[in-house]
């Protein structure tokens, strides 16, 4: 999957209602990464939102799969339709070959899950 960067803000929702804030690195339709002040548990399940001013919000659940030296990687679990549809639209205006990006994308709608 191919990966764009951004300068977007990245919140985690934990579990107790606990939260972390950070910065997107780069993102694909499957996963994240991004800078954070702290470490995860490998594993660890969390709520992601993407914040930027040219997309709504983008709200999705993950799990960690990589946590070390500032960084977090996070594999969605589940990516809702509408939350999709906004990534998918982020990732074309920011991938520099939005037609590759596009095939790609439209390979992985069997991936949506339905948010309970």
């Known amino acids: 999957m191919r990966r ?11 579990a107790g ?9 780069d993102v694909s339709v499957v996963g994240l990464r991004m ?3 702290s470490e995860l ?7 992601v939102r993407l914040v930027a001013s040219e997309l709504q919000d983008v709200d999705a659940r993950a799990t960690v799969v990589r946590s070390g030296a500032g ?3 996070l594999r969605f679990d589940d990516l809702p339709y ?8 982020f990732l074309l ?13 439209s390979d992985r709608l069997g ?3 339905d948010e309970s």
Not at 17 to 25: D, E, I, K, T
Request: hydrophobic residues 45%.
């Open 35 to 37: 800078s954070a002040p």
């Open 111 to 113: 991936f949506l899950g």
């Open 71 to 73: 960084e977090l990687a």
């Open 82 to 89: 509408e939350s999709f549809e906004r990534l998918r639209a």
């Open 17 to 25: 209602g606990a939260s972390l804030a950070g910065r997107l690195v």
């Open 41 to 47: 548990a490998l594993g660890t399940s969390c709520r």
């Open 93 to 105: 205006h920011h991938a520099e070959d939005p037609s590759a990006l596009e095939d790609e994308l």
């Open 4 to 14: 764009v960067s951004a300068a977007v803000a990245v919140e985690l929702g934990l």
